[in-house]
């Protein structure tokens, strides 16, 4: 296979792989402990930071202030409120940006794939995944999305190209 043949399968397997995750075909799952560390391309450090930052200072502040026990109740307060509901935030998040990593561009997809910690599942069929940066992404959309590679014209191109050559 010519380089340039090469060149447009990958092309084509990560048009559909946008138009599977566009249409909800295909899920991605994370290693949560690989994607969101500091050598990650979709790493944020301040959304891993300021919701366990900013509490552990105001209950400095307040056992300061207040006294030991208000203090240490409020920080674990805050620790239990981020473990229920900000790290549930966070992961939505960091799905997403991932998802939008991935699908921006061919080489941000081969980066984000050869990091690891991407798994890619059929939402038909969740038995087929593909796990990074082990399995061939590539492969795994062609066999699961092949119908997707086809740039097919959406019904409302259909018509006017009809019209077009009904009128002509």
């Not at 509901?85 to 990593?101: G, L, P, S």
């Amino acid at each position: 296979m010519s380089k340039t043949q090469k060149n447009r399968a990958e092309v084509l397997a990560f048009n559909a792989l946008q138009k599977a995750v566009a249409q909800d075909k295909l899920r991605l799952y994370l290693d949560y402990g690989k994607i969101n560390r500091p050598s990650s391309p979709v790493y944020n450090p301040w959304e891993n930071l300021l919701p366990i930052l900013v509490p552990v200072l105001i209950g400095l502040l307040l056992i300061l202030s207040v006294g030991v026990i208000f203090g240490l109740s409020f920080i674990i307060a805050m620790i239990l409120v981020y473990n229920y509901y900000f790290r549930k935030k966070q992961e939505h998040k960091i799905i997403e940006r991932t998802k939008a990593y991935l699908t921006k561009d061919l080489e941000q997809c081969k980066e984000i794939w050869k990091f690891g910690g991407l798994v890619l599942v059929n939402a038909d069929d969740k038995k087929q995944g593909c796990v990074s940066p082990d399995g061939d992404w590539k492969d795994f959309v062609v066999l699961n999305f092949s119908d997707l590679m086809l740039d097919k014209p959406s019904a409302a191109e259909e018509e006017t190209k009809d019209e077009q050559t009904t009128a002509a």
